[in-house]
């Protein structure tokens, strides 16, 4: 999708998760910490949630369009290293980016920016965006766990 092919509604959506970030962050936060798939979620400070989904949404244009791939594989990279330094599941870590994603796109549907076929169809090229960057998010997150998850059993196996 070129930035500038449907750039109207894309901005147009854009604006509405940046502007409604804190709403969008704390219902998430509410659903990590009690949803069953993210238990280990429910221990974790509700402020520190709160600012790291706050963060990718109310910035989520230009994680989408200007920060490149290294950008994100760093950021993710560093939220997998983080959840495996306090002992989260990998599985629940992902899950909490899964639910993320999906509450984003089911918050966007709520709002009805769409209006016509051609901007249904706009909506969901942003809808795969949307997907693509959480991919990403999800393959980075996991990467750098595993890589800190294998370097602490390394040197577990050499201490004994």
């Known amino acids: 999708m070129s930035t500038n092919h449907n750039a109207h509604l894309s901005d147009r959506l854009i604006k509405t998760i940046e502007s409604n970030a804190g709403e969008f962050a704390r219902g998430t936060v509410k659903q990590l910490q009690t949803n069953p798939r993210t238990e280990s979620y429910h221990k974790i400070p509700p402020k520190e949630m709160y600012d790291r989904i706050y963060e990718i949404h109310h910035d989520l244009g230009r994680w989408l369009w200007e920060k490149s791939d290294q950008a ?3 950021r993710f990279n560093q939220v997998g290293e983080k959840r495996c330094k306090e002992g989260v599941p990998l599985d629940e870590v992902l899950w909490a980016l899964v639910l993320t994603k999906e509450r984003l796109l089911e918050y966007l549907g709520a709002f009805g920016l769409v209006d016509s076929a051609v901007e249904l169809y706009q909506q969901q090229e942003f809808d795969r965006l949307i997907g693509h960057f959480f991919d990403r998010a999800l393959c980075y997150t996991a ?13 577990k196996m050499i201490a004994t």
């Open 143 to 155: 990467e750098g766990y595993g890589r800190l998850a294998s370097s602490n059993s390394h040197w």
């Open 72 to 74: 994100v594989q760093s």
